[in-house]
């Protein structure tokens, strides 16, 4: 998008705004945290948009003030944030956020920026701050009425939520389960793009508010259903069971209804490229992968392919058989499994390549440095395998992953 269309801010406020990003940024979580405090109270209704759990853990407060100081950084010239924009404005469509939303954050932002800094927060500062909050704010919703418009008119396409019966559910390994998806109006299902996920809307019986989670979209498109498989994430002494995840394995059945937003994502298998593909994931990371990977066996079988996948163990590892028949039909397309706990059944069965995990060397005697990469995992196994393709000076433009969580930062 062109930034030609945002209103103009004057060389005092843009002197205003840039001098105190580093104060705001200081104070960057406590002015976010009392944010958030302060916009629930008023807006209750908003906790059925916001993850209640990342808000407990802390990330997505850090992930809207790091993108609103990062924008007032370059808030003479946006054109240089518009790719981070563009990427959140995915997650924001998918969470079908309204520009009549903008106004409340930006007002509850500036009432907590005033609070956190008291006197430090003169006149002249927060109204700089909320001139510069509205060309951002406009910036998202511009992005954002493209992708809406967009999704709008493709064919079968929906605004909103659209409900989606579950017409098969199906166990794939000791903790991630499968679930088919069919709209329950019988009418078009548009494709999407390998590596894209859809939002659901959670609606519990014992919880007060909606909760909305992504999940990716793990067969090929064109099935004439939507596949998600989901890791049941378990509790630990210290916090409790993931609450959707287990909602889904334990209460959502065959012919149950889910309301679902149309496929979303900016992280999608470029199938123009003729490059070697080499996809990695960890764990349910496997999700896009496995989409990407049954993609290329109906569309661009010809493509040398490494699917590459980590899991603690062969109990834990789903989509076994889907990965073992790509590798044995096509010979083009090479499978790896990576085991760093066998059990005593996968010592027998043997069909890991590699026991431990996945690291430079290894990736160096199985696949061409000229390949594109994409890789999906937790947020260790990511940084692990980022920092190998960079150590081996892979060009970033051929690196492509995703985050099952709000955008973390692989380089630190
Ligand atoms: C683009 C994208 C694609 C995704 N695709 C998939 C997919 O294909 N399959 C899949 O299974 N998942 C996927 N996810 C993850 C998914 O959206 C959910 O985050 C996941 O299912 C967990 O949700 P939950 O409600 O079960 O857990 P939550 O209730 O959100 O809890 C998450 C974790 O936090 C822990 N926790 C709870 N309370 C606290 C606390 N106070 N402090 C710290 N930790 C706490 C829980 O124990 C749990 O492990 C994807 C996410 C994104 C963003
Ligand atoms: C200019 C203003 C805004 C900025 C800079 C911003 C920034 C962000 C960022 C960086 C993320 C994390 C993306 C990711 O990595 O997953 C995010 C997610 C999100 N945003 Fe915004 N946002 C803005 C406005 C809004 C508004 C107006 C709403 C709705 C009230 C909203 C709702 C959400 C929700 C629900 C999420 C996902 C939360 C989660 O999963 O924990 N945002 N936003």
Same mark, same amino acid.
């Given at each position: 998008?062109?930034?030609? @269309?945002?209103?103009?801010?004057?060389?005092?406020?843009?002197?205003?705004?840039?001098?105190?990003?580093? $104060?705001?940024?200081?104070?960057?979580?406590?002015?976010? @945290?009392?944010?958030?405090?302060?916009?629930?109270?008023?807006? #209750?209704?908003?906790?059925?948009?916001? %993850?209640?759990?990342? !808000?407990?853990?802390?990330?997505?407060?850090?992930?809207?003030?790091?993108?609103?100081?990062?924008?007032? /950084?370059?808030?003479?010239?946006?054109?240089?944030?518009? #790719?981070?924009?563009?990427?959140?404005?995915?997650?924001?469509?998918?969470?079908?956020?309204? *520009?009549?939303?903008?106004?409340?954050?930006?007002?509850?932002?500036?009432?907590?920026?005033?609070?956190?800094?008291?006197?430090?927060?003169?006149?002249?500062?927060?109204?700089?701050?909320? =001139?510069?909050?509205?060309?951002?704010?406009?910036?998202?919703?511009?992005?954002?009425?493209?992708?809406?418009?967009?999704?709008?008119?493709?064919? +079968?396409?929906?605004?909103?939520?659209?409900?989606?019966?579950?017409?098969?559910?199906?166990?794939e390994s000791d903790v991630i389960?499968?679930?088919?998806?069919?709209?329950?109006?019988?009418?078009?299902? *548009?494709?999407?793009?390998?590596? /894209?996920?859809?939002?659901? =809307?959670?609606?519990?019986? %014992?919880?007060?508010?909606?909760?909305?989670?992504?999940?990716?979209?793990?067969?090929? *498109?064109?099935?004439?259903?939507?596949?998600?498989?989901?890791?049941?994430?378990? +509790?630990?002494?210290? &916090?409790?069971?993931?609450?959707?995840?287990?909602?889904?394995?334990?209460?959502?059945?065959? +012919?149950?209804?889910?309301?679902?937003?149309? #496929?979303? +994502?900016?992280?999608?298998?470029?199938?123009?490229? =003729?490059? #070697?593909?080499?996809?990695i994931s960890g764990g349910v990371g496997l999700? *896009?992968?496995?989409?990407?990977?049954? @993609?290329?066996?109906?569309?661009?079988?010809?493509?040398? $392919?490494?699917f590459i996948h980590a899991a603690r163990n062969g109990s834990v590892h789903a989509l076994k058989h889907?990965m073992k028949?790509?590798g044995?039909?096509?010979?083009?397309?090479?499978t790896y499994i990576v085991y760093d706990t066998p059990t005593e059944e996968d010592m027998k069965e043997k069909i890991h390549a590699k026991e431990g995990y996945v690291d430079?060397?290894w990736?160096?005697?199985i696949?061409? !440095?000229?390949?594109?990469?994409? &890789?999906?995992g937790p947020?260790?196994f990511?940084?692990a395998?980022?920092?190998?393709?960079?150590?081996?000076?892979?060009?970033?433009?051929?690196?492509?992953?995703?985050?099952?969580?709000?955008?973390?930062?692989?380089?630190?």
């Open positions: 998008m062109s930034t030609e @269309t945002l209103p103009k801010l004057d060389e005092q406020t843009i002197a205003t705004v840039k001098a105190t990003v580093p $104060v705001l940024a200081e104070h960057g979580e406590q002015i976010t @945290t009392r944010f958030y405090q302060m916009m629930f109270e008023a807006h #209750p209704e908003l906790k059925n948009v916001f %993850n209640m759990t990342h !808000q407990k853990e802390g990330k997505q407060p850090r992930a809207l003030a790091n993108a609103v100081y990062a924008a007032a /950084q370059y808030i003479d010239d946006l054109s240089a944030i518009m #790719p981070a924009v563009e990427k959140i404005a995915h997650k924001h469509r998918s969470m079908n956020i309204v *520009p009549e939303q903008y106004p409340i954050v930006g007002k509850y932002l500036l009432l907590a920026i005033k609070d956190v800094l008291g006197d430090a927060a003169t006149d002249d500062i927060i109204n700089a701050w909320e =001139k510069a909050y509205g060309v951002i704010a406009e910036a998202f919703i511009q992005v954002e009425a493209n992708m809406y418009q967009e999704t709008a008119e493709e064919t +079968g396409g929906w605004v909103g939520y659209r409900d989606f019966e579950v017409i098969d559910k199906v166990k389960t499968s679930f088919y998806l069919k709209p329950v109006d019988e009418g078009v299902l *548009p494709g999407y793009k390998p590596g /894209q996920y859809l939002t659901i =809307k959670a609606q519990m019986p %014992n919880e007060e508010f909606d909760q909305l989670r992504q999940y990716s979209l793990s067969d090929a *498109p064109g099935k004439g259903y939507y596949r998600i498989s989901v890791k049941r994430e378990e +509790g630990t002494e210290q &916090f409790p069971e993931g609450k959707v995840s287990n909602f889904l394995h334990k209460h959502v059945n065959e +012919g149950d209804v889910i309301p679902v937003s149309a #496929p979303a +994502g900016d992280f999608f298998l470029d199938t123009a490229s =003729k490059k #070697p593909l080499v996809l999700t *896009p992968m496995m989409s990407m990977l049954q @993609t290329i066996i109906k569309q661009q079988i010809d493509r040398e $392919v490494h889907d028949m790509a044995e039909e096509y010979p083009n397309i090479k430079l060397a990736l160096q005697s696949v061409p !440095q000229d390949s594109d990469f994409y &890789f999906c947020e260790g990511m940084k395998i980022y920092g190998a393709l960079k150590e081996w000076n892979v060009p970033m433009e051929q690196i492509n992953y995703e985050f099952f969580g709000p955008q973390g930062d692989l380089e630190k």
